[in-house]
């Protein structure tokens, strides 16, 4: 499975952005997916998943109410939607794949098989 990371940008604080995942390859697998971020000379953090169904989320304390994670299995794509961005959201995004985990959702790194490329999120005035 192979996945491509898209729409990091520059925001401005309390902007939005979308980024998008794309699988392709194997997708014929029911799987999870989840966001994770890495700022600058920091661990790589949990952000978001979701189930295969596209019925179960899970947010980091951090993003919740203000990140949205929503899936459409047709085009194997999942999309987070980041509102209200604050200076503390910046960092490198990479989207994941879980195969083990497509009904039950995980925060843990070392549960997800397939990795994307990041794409960098910049939140500044």
């Known amino acids: 499975v192979q996945l491509q990371a898209s729409g990091g940008g520059t925001v401005q604080p309390g902007g939005s952005l979308r980024l998008s995942c794309t699988a392709s390859?194997?997708?014929?697998?029911?799987?999870?997916v989840g966001w994770s971020r890495q700022a600058p000379g920091k661990a790589r953090e949990f952000v978001a998943a979701?189930?295969?169904?596209?019925?179960?989320?899970l947010y980091a304390d951090s993003v919740k109410g203000r990140f949205t994670i929503a899936r459409d299995s047709a085009r194997d794509t999942v999309y987070l939607q980041m509102n209200s961005l604050k200076a503390e959201d910046t960092a490198n995004y990479y989207c994941?794949?879980?195969?083990?985990?497509?009904?039950?959702?995980?925060?843990?790194?070392?549960?997800?098989?397939?990795w994307g490329r990041g794409t960098l999120v910049t939140v500044s005035s």
């Open positions: 979701i189930s295969w169904s596209g019925g179960g989320t």
């Open positions: 994941a794949v879980a195969l083990a985990f497509s009904v039950v959702l995980t925060t843990q790194s070392r549960n997800y098989n397939y």
């Open positions: 390859g194997r997708t014929s697998s029911r799987y999870g």
